[in-house]
C-alpha cells in the first residue's frame, strides 16, 4: 500500500511537473511572438530607414549606408537604409509597417499619425532651430516681383505631401487670394518634381514659372549648377513651420522605440554621423519631439483638407 501510495506520489508530481514546462514553454512561445515583453508592440528581425529624395536618389542611398550601419550597432538590430520615390510613397509603406523608421516632414508626419498612427520621437535643428520657412523661387528675368504675380503660372512642388514645398505656400496662397483650390483656381498648373532640388531645376530650366521650396533649397544645387543663385530670385516666404521628424510605426515596441531614440540623439557626439545628417538634409542636430508640436501643421492642413488632392 505504502509503494503504490508512493508511486501515486511520484506520477502527480511529475505530471505538474510537465505541466509547469507547457505552460513555460508556452508563455516563452508568446513572448516571441509578440516580438516586445512587456512594453508591447515587436522587435523586428530587420530595421527598414525610410528617406526620401532632397538630392539625387542614387547619392542618398550611398550617403546614408554608413548612418544606418551605426544605428545598427547601437539597437543590436540590422538596419537597411532605403530610398523612397517620395513622401506619399513613404507614408503608406510606415502605414503598412514595411518602413519602420520614417523621415517623414511635418506634414507627411501628421498625415502618416493621422491615418496609421505614426509617432514622432525627434526632429532636426538647424541653425540653432526647430522652425524653417518656405520659399517661393522664380527665375530672374521672369519679370514676376510677387505673389499677385504667380496667378495663371505653372507651378513646381517637390511633392504634394511636401510641408514646405506644398501645404505652407497652399495655405497662404489660399488665405490671402481667398481660393478654395489653389491648384485649379490659382496656378494653370501643377508639376510634381520629386524633391526640393528638382524643383528648383524646373524652374532654372524653365519648365515651371515658380518653385516652393524650403529657404534656400537652392544651395543643394549649386555645385552642378553654379548659376542658379544668379538666374533665380526670391519673391517671399510663408510663415515659420515645424521642423522635419524622425518618426517610427506605432508596430514597434515601446523598448525599440526607446532604443532607436536615444542611438539617434548620441549621434549629436558623433561627428562623423552628423555630418551625415547635414548632407542628406542639412540637420544640424537632433532634437527630442512630441505630437504637439506639429499641431500647427494639423490645423494647417484641417483648413482646406477636403478641397486639395494628395494623389
Given amino acids: 500500500m505504502k509503494k503504490l501510495l508512493s508511486l501515486m506520489l511520484v506520477l502527480v508530481l511529475a505530471l505538474g511537473l510537465a505541466a509547469c514546462g507547457t505552460n513555460n514553454e508556452e508563455g516563452a512561445n508568446n513572448g516571441g511572438n509578440n516580438g516586445g515583453g512587456e512594453s508591447g508592440g515587436e522587435t523586428p528581425e530587420k530595421i527598414i530607414m525610410g528617406f526620401v529624395p532632397s538630392q539625387d536618389s542614387d547619392e542618398i542611398a550611398g550617403t546614408v549606408e554608413p548612418l544606418a550601419k551605426q544605428l545598427e550597432e547601437e539597437i543590436g538590430i540590422p538596419v537597411e537604409g532605403k530610398v523612397m520615390t517620395n513622401y506619399s510613397a513613404l507614408v503608406e509603406a510606415m502605414g503598412s509597417n514595411q518602413v519602420q523608421i520614417g523621415f517623414l516632414p511635418a506634414f507627411g508626419y501628421v498625415l502618416a499619425h493621422q491615418k496609421h498612427g505614426v509617432e514622432v520621437i525627434l526632429k532636426s535643428e538647424r541653425h540653432g532651430s526647430d522652425t524653417y520657412r518656405a520659399q ?128 539617434f540623439l548620441s549621434f549629436n557626439d558623433n561627428e562623423d554621423m552628423i555630418k551625415i545628417m547635414n548632407e542628406v538634409y542639412s540637420w544640424d542636430a537632433i532634437r527630442e519631439a512630441n505630437n504637439d508640436e506639429y499641431k500647427v501643421v494639423a490645423d494647417t492642413y484641417e483648413k482646406f483638407k477636403d478641397t486639395i488632392t494628395l494623389d
Avoid: C
Wanted: hydrophobic share 35%; aromatic share 8%.
Fill in 136 to 263: 517661393y523661387v522664380v527665375r530672374a528675368d521672369s519679370g514676376i516681383e510677387n505673389l499677385e504675380d504667380l496667378e495663371g503660372k505653372v507651378w513646381a512642388v517637390p511633392d504634394l505631401t511636401s510641408t514646405s514645398g506644398f501645404l505652407f505656400p497652399a495655405a497662404q496662397i489660399m488665405d490671402k487670394f481667398d481660393v478654395k483650390d489653389v491648384q485649379t483656381e490659382f496656378f494653370s498648373d501643377t508639376i510634381q518634381a520629386g524633391g526640393h532640388d528638382n524643383a528648383v531645376i524646373s524652374v532654372l530650366e524653365g519648365d515651371a514659372d515658380v518653385a516652393t521650396t524650403f529657404d534656400d533649397a537652392r544651395t543643394t544645387i549649386e555645385e552642378d549648377y553654379p548659376e542658379v543663385m544668379d538666374k533665380t530670385k526670391v519673391i517671399g516666404y510663408t510663415e515659420d513651420i515645424p521642423n522635419d521628424t524622425i518618426s517610427v510605426t506605432k508596430e514597434l515596441s515601446d523598448d525599440l522605440q526607446k532604443k532607436i531614440k536615444e542611438a
